[in-house]
């Protein structure tokens, strides 16, 4: 730790290279995909994903996504035969290769044993792939109107109270339920997309938007990530919405009619990126960074998507003091987004490095007092944590009176 503090992300990354939990690393064939993760039914051992196209058709009606995923492909072993993705609650209309032809699959609901993990696809190639050979699959297909990754809302929840709105929640391995993928962290991939949406309505994803028109009754809208990400960074959001530039790289969005507040409450965006990038050397990659803020369904504080952080509306209070959780989403752009987690056994340490990330930058953005307030704060939360693994052996260290005692001290030296 002494390490980290002294030179930041540098000695930071290479802790995490020791402990060889994350991707990138190298593996052999015998190594298989269950081993890798035991939340995939996605072969990765013998095929691994380098692209993804979705072309979507937003349906507020039905509450459904349709269109296709395509899915550019590298074989990783000598006679690829088939390719299985995670594939749950979707309605598999077709699936073809390169050239268009129809290719056989089977959709299979897996023993009780592994339900939890939903189903997957298994898709049959006409003629075997080499190592190393690159080609394509399309998948057509629908989203359930019954799943748990998208929240489609009503107009009456929301605050212009005249349109629909939906949004995504991936994390953790929910993206299986937007479209057919390798949904695991140890899968990283670019991806673009095509949407199409009610023309009233505007989409944003965990991209960059490259181009966007609109017809009679449509709009349509594309996105690019040329970083490679794992399925579940991917995000959506559609709503009658609007972006408001706060600093040279960062934006707000969220209904017209809270913008205003919104914008102001977090117009120090911009300074949490410069705090962030100086503290750890290494620079912010993604180009923007734009935080949305959700209708108050939205079920957690924050989540990281890359170029499209997604916050719960309770951060906005009037007087700043609740958007500290957008310096540890930010922190996530290095420690989560960028060095990933190679399986969920693993998250701890995606969440472990950005909350130290973000503790020193909350130290330079609002003062050592709000830090120590915070680990005082935070302390039943991971005592109890530390317990629920049933670690109840350990003695834990009581910091109450020793933070308290140098809050107070520190407070009254400034008064």
Request: proline residues 4%.
């Amino acid at each position: 730790v002494r390490c980290v503090q002294e030179t930041g992300l540098i000695a930071l990354v290479s802790t995490l290279a020791v402990l060889g939990l994350f991707v990138g690393l190298s593996y052999n064939e015998q190594e298989s995909s269950r081993v890798i993760d035991e939340s995939t039914f996605a072969n990765i051992h013998e095929v691994r994903t380098q692209h993804f196209f979705l072309n979507l058709t937003v349906n507020f009606d039905t509450k459904t996504l349709s269109g296709s995923n395509t899915l550019t492909l590298q074989s990783q072993t000598r006679r690829l035969q088939q390719v299985i993705l995670d594939a749950y609650h979707l309605e598999i209309k077709q699936v073809v290769d390169q050239n268009f032809n129809m290719l056989d699959y089977e959709h299979v609901t897996p023993t009780s044993d592994q339900k939890d993990l939903g189903q997957y696809l298994v898709i049959y190639l006409r003629e075997p792939a080499k190592r190393g050979e690159i080609f394509n699959i399309t998948i057509f297909y629908s989203t359930a109107k019954e799943q748990d990754t998208i929240s489609w809302l009503e107009p009456e929840q929301t605050a212009g109270g005249k349109y629909p709105y939906l949004y995504s929640q991936c994390e953790s391995i929910l993206c299986r339920q937007v479209a057919p993928l390798q949904d695991t962290p140890a899968v990283k991939a670019t991806y673009s997309a095509v949407i199409r949406t009610p023309k009233a309505l505007r989409p944003f994803l965990s991209a960059n938007e490259t181009d966007s028109y609109e017809d009679e009754d449509f709009r349509y809208s594309s996105f690019r990530n040329d970083i490679p990400i794992p399925s579940y960074l991917f995000a959506i959001v559609v709503g009658r919405l609007e972006e408001r530039q706060v600093g040279k790289r960062t934006a707000v969005i969220t209904e017209a009619e809270q913008i205003d507040e919104c914008a102001k409450e977090l117009e120090d965006l911009e300074q949490m990126v410069t705090i962030l990038e100086d503290y750890i050397g290494y620079p912010y990659v993604w180009g923007a960074y734009k935080i949305v803020v959700l209708p108050p369904s939205f079920p957690v504080g924050g989540m990281e998507n890359p170029l499209l952080t997604f916050a719960s509306p309770s951060i906005i209070v009037g007087d700043k003091s609740n958007v500290a959780v957008a310096i540890h989403e930010i922190a996530h752009s290095w420690t989560g987004n960028l060095v990933t987690n190679r399986n969920w056994n693993n998250f701890w340490v995606n969440e472990g490095f950005t909350r130290f990330l973000e503790r020193k930058g909350a130290e330079v953005f609002s003062g050592k007092e709000y830090v120590l307030l915070d680990e005082v704060a935070s302390y039943p939360e991971f005592t109890a944590a530390i317990r629920s693994v049933s670690y109840t052996h350990l003695t834990l260290p009581t910091i109450y009176s020793v933070q308290i005692s140098v809050v107070a001290v520190s407070l009254k030296k400034k008064n």
